[in-house]
């Protein structure tokens, strides 16, 4: 079955570092591939998405190419903030039968940022 | 994208008693969807809420620890029946509208059972 896979976490950066936080999937079709972001307290959001091959999603300064000769959608940003600290879940959406899609998520990445 | 309303956000129950949390979307959605968060843990989705219909489950979850309603396109029902220690997590909404690729999720509740 469909599977994601990211590093573990938690991660720490020191403000303005450089980010990026790895994620690999395995699927039998061409899913949809997608970051969230779950910030302290709270439900997740979506953060940005990839439909098809190359594309490249971003939202607030993240970015992720969906590369599919490596099936990876990897996480980065170019300057963290301390705002940017959450728990970061790299999720993946198929067709399955009956035409609507699952969303199978990977184990998320709590992300730490320090002044 | 849609608005999701949920609620509790938070309770504290006793064990042995049950607890249904509400799921109100601003605009009528294609799916609905129920998740629960395990502490530090990812999502594990519980059911798929079928309007006018019995909720299909997924493996490992079953009607009578969480009957689900969905009596229209824009509202949804969890129930956690009987619950135990093990049952305290986050529980969340989450919906699909035709032609959106991606969910989006309600706050969560945050549910402890002592």
């Known amino acids: 079955g469909d599977s994601v896979t990211q590093m573990e976490g938690p991660v720490t950066l020191s403000e303005e570092a450089f980010l990026t936080i790895n994620c690999t999937y395995t699927a039998t079709g061409y899913p949809s591939l997608f970051w969230y972001v779950q910030y302290p307290g709270e439900g997740l959001q979506l953060l940005l998405k990839a439909t098809k091959a190359d594309d490249k999603g971003s939202n607030k300064g993240f970015e992720a190419t969906y590369r599919k000769e490596t099936t990876s959608f990897h996480l980065e940003k170019g300057s963290v903030q301390v705002s940017d600290s959450a728990v970061y879940f790299c999720?993946?959406?198929?067709?399955?039968?009956?035409?609507?899609?699952?969303?199978?998520f990977g184990t998320g990445t709590k992300l730490q940022v320090i002044p | 994208s849609a608005v999701i309303s949920q609620k509790p956000s938070r309770d504290i129950c006793q064990r042995g008693t049950s607890l249904t949390i509400q799921c109100q979307v601003d605009?009528?959605?294609?799916?609905m969807f129920w998740y629960r968060q395990q502490p530090g843990q990812s999502l594990t989705l519980i059911a798929t809420a079928n309007q006018g219909s019995e909720a299909t489950y997924e493996s490992g979850f079953v009607i009578d620890k969480f009957p689900i309603s969905r009596p229209n396109l824009t509202f949804s029902t969890l129930t956690v029946s009987n619950m135990s220690p093990e049952d305290s997590s986050i529980y969340l909404c989450?919906?699909?509208?035709?032609?959106?690729?991606?969910?989006?999720f309600g706050s969560g509740t945050r549910l402890t059972v002592v």
């Open positions: 999720a993946l959406s198929d067709l399955r039968g009956g035409g609507y899609q699952k969303v199978t």
């Open positions: 989450s919906v699909l509208r035709q032609g959106e690729p991606g969910y989006t």
């Open positions: 605009s009528q959605v294609t799916m």
